[in-house]
């Protein structure tokens, strides 16, 4: 087993989930706050879920454009780690929420082509983690967690200053493709690990961080 990647479990619904992305070996899991979503948790659902993870698994909060309002409910009510802003947030905003509301702040961008890489130069000056994912497809309706992969061969020889994350239709089968190509040392899955939108499959999520671990990947 190689030790080192990092994977986040994002998108859990479901008490069962958390502890199968627990026991399966996962460093993060994701709540999402985003109505639209069939992941959606409302903050006391996502409370109940959160006091459900075992210490040293770090929660985060996905969140799409959100005030200040929703955050406050967020942090005030639900036992969480860091913060994910996966909407338009600028480089300002991700420095105010950080700021704000005290907690590491992890700012996802999206690519597709080659000149949307240069965000992520701007914004691992002032996130604490960026998230490297798939642009949504034009007719989406959701920013994210919609299982695309981008070309991976766009950021193979790129490196930033700030930890990060790969994620964008990974699957069991490819992520130890994704990972030799791009060099990451985390990885993000939501749609790849599911059984059906909002509900994940245990033997899938066992799959996915067992291939994470391919010596290979050393
Ligand atoms: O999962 C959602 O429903 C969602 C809604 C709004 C914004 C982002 C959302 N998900 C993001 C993720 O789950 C991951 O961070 C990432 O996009 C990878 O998702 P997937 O391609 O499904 O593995």
Redesign the pocket.
Known sequence: MTPGIRT?I??LTRSEDVLAAADAGAAYV?F?F?P?????LTVEMAHALAIEVPAGIAKVA?V?DADDGLLSQITDTVPIDML?L??SESPERVSDVRSRFGLPVMK?VGVAEAEDVAALDVYSEVADQI?V??KPPKNAN????????FDWRLISARRWSKPW?L????TPENVAEALALTGARQV???????AA??QKDAEKIRNFIAATRMPSLA
């Open positions: 986040k994002c998108g994701g999402v985003f639209k979503s069939p992941r959606n996905l799409v994910q996966h909407g996802a998230l994912d798939a959701l920013p994210g967690g919609n299982g695309v992969a994350m994620a964008g239709g990974l993000d899955v939501s749609s790849g690990v599911e939108p909002g």
